[in-house]
């Protein structure tokens, strides 16, 4: 079994238990807790200082009737917002953490309308296989383990016990289709404005490029029209400002996501 994380606590104890040398110190202190080796250096002095009256409950004690905890992290956004290099970072970060790409279920390229504009719709829900999607999730909550070993994710030691099991679900349109919208325990939502938007789409080269004017003219457009549309569904987004450096979204993502894993171990 890996060290224990140990809460200072202020409200409930809720301890996460996490593998050893993903979180230095001061991380895990950020998040609200401490590793227990680091715990035994410390003077009480030092204790207290992280919260009033510190209790330390190791996970193995509360965890005891549950063995295993998932938790799912949506990371939606505009085109070219920067959400796969959050998610390849965070993926780093992680243990035990799989990902669900959206891209990977679009249809094929002849299986697309062309709407009335003359540009492949490839913007819309429809455009994807949301099917195959959804129960792509499925495996994953049935079985995380499983899913891992079948996707290559290495798995830490005791991943069979009480591990913490993670799934990243990526994509521009996650929160736009209903059979999803209630799975994510974390969602955020990554935007950049119209001009650095579009700049950044004129350097990219997807699997079908795009003909010209269609930014303007079908890229935009369903941005703007899914972005309201998610905003009336869904009021549990975390927004993230995607002009902000690549640390930065890192740090603001991985802390909210470290703070949710501490309160609900
Ligand atoms: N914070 C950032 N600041 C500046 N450039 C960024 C930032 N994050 C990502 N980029 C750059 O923006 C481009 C798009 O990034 P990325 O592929 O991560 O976006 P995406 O949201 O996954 O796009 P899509 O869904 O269209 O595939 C890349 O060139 C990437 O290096
Ligand atoms: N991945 C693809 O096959 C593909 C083809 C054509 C266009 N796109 C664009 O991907 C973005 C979502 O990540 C959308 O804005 C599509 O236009 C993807």
């Excluded at 990371?75 to 920067?82: A, E, F, L, Q, S």
């Excluded at 309308?113 to 994953?140: C, H, N, P, Y």
């Excluded at 079985?143 to 030691?157: E, Q």
Aim: glycine letters at 8%; aromatic letters at 10%.
């Amino acid at each position: 079994m890996g060290p224990l994380v140990w809460g200072a606590v202020t409200q409930q104890p809720r301890p996460y238990k996490c593998p050893a040398g993903r979180l230095s110190i001061n991380e895990v202190v950020k998040g609200g807790g401490i590793l227990a080796e680091e715990k035994d250096r410390l003077q009480p002095r030092t204790l207290w200082a992280f919260g009033s009256a510190p209790r330390f409950y190791p996970s193995s004690v509360t965890n005891s009737q549950e063995t295993e905890m998932k938790f799912i992290i949506g990371i939606g956004g505009v085109t070219n917002g920067g959400k796969t290099t959050l998610t390849n970072k965070l993926l780093k970060t992680f243990p035990n953490c799989c990902v669900v790409h959206q891209d990977d279920f679009f249809k094929k390229p002849d299986q697309i309308d062309v709407g009335e504009d003359g540009f492949r719709q490839w913007d819309v829900i429809s455009a994807l296989d949301m099917e195959a999607m959804v129960s792509t999730v499925k495996g994953w909550q049935e079985n995380p383990v499983k899913f891992a070993r079948s996707h290559g994710v290495s798995l830490s030691s005791d991943a069979d016990g009480e591990a913490v099991h993670l799934l990243i679900v990526e994509g521009f349109l996650i929160y736009n289709y209903k059979p999803l919208i209630d799975i994510y325990d974390k969602c955020f939502y990554i935007s950049i404005p119209y001009e650095e938007c579009k700049r950044r789409r004129s350097t990219r080269t997807y699997t079908v490029p795009d003909p010209p004017g269609l930014f303007d003219g079908h890229v935009w457009p369903m941005y703007l029209k899914h972005r309201k549309e998610m905003e009336s569904n869904c009021d549990r987004i975390e927004y993230v400002d995607g002009t902000t450096t690549k640390e930065d979204i890192y740090n603001k993502v991985y802390e909210s996501v470290q703070n949710s894993l501490l309160n609900q171990s």
